[in-house]
């Protein structure tokens, strides 16, 4: 769990970074306003006011992000990892299917698969077409996560590319939700798509 908590402060240090130099910048200034000769003084403790607020506050997001993923990923059945601190999580495998088996028979069966799944809630389809599936999770989520599954099938072989990201696209920290569903997930559709699939998986 720490290396996962490390990982978010490694994520936030740019925005921790800007908020001590603001806050530093404030502080200095108003204490030059109150006392022009001692802007050397000023400068040293705005400096080191605005390191304070920075790390108080990596370290604040760091702990409260940590203990979403934890219980997310408790909620799956998952051990935390350090990648669940990515926003966005791909995999991509690819496995033997029969020939003439088409896109869409393998994203209807990854579909019926996912919905028998207790792995989370699926809350809305956006998309089911030809080799193409789009879910949303959000229900059971405390930040809501968008599945995205795409299969190509070329003879004897399909490729699946699996992505998980959240809904709100503007998080670059979501609780470890879209590694959580991800992760979760993926057995099931391995299984949809040929029982014995195997392959290799991209962050």
């Keep these: 769990m720490f290396r996962y908590w490390f990982a978010i402060v490694r994520r936030t240090a740019v925005a921790a970074a800007s908020a001590a130099v603001v806050s530093g910048a404030a502080m200095a200034g108003v204490l030059i306003s109150e006392d022009s000769n001692a802007w050397s003084i000023a400068l040293r403790r705005g400096a080191l006011g605005g390191l ?4 108080v506050l990596a370290g604040v997001i760091a702990t409260s992000n940590t203990l979403h993923a934890r219980r997310t990923a408790s909620r799956h059945g998952l051990t935390l990892s350090p990648d669940a601190a990515a926003g ?10 029969p ?5 869409y028979q393998l994203t209807d069966s990854v579909l019926h698969a996912l919905k028998q799944a207790p792995f989370t809630r699926i809350d809305e389809v956006q998309e089911f077409t030809h080799g193409k599936l ?3 999770c959000a229900s059971s989520l405390a930040n809501p996560v968008k599945l995205s599954i795409s299969i190509e099938t070329d003879q004897n072989t399909a490729t699946v590319t699996m992505e998980a990201r959240p809904v709100s696209t503007w998080k670059r920290l979501d609780g ?3 590694w959580s569903v991800l992760t979760a997930a993926e057995p099931h559709v391995r299984g949809a798509v040929h029982p014995d699939a195997g392959g290799t998986s991209t962050a």
Excluded at 88 to 97: E, H, L, P
């Design 134 to 136: 789009s879910l949303v």
């Design 99 to 103: 020939v003439g088996t088409t896109a």
């Design 88 to 97: 966005t999580r791909t995999t991509v495998f690819r496995a033997s299917v």
């Design 176 to 178: 470890g939700a879209s």
């Design 52 to 55: 304070l607020v920075g790390v």
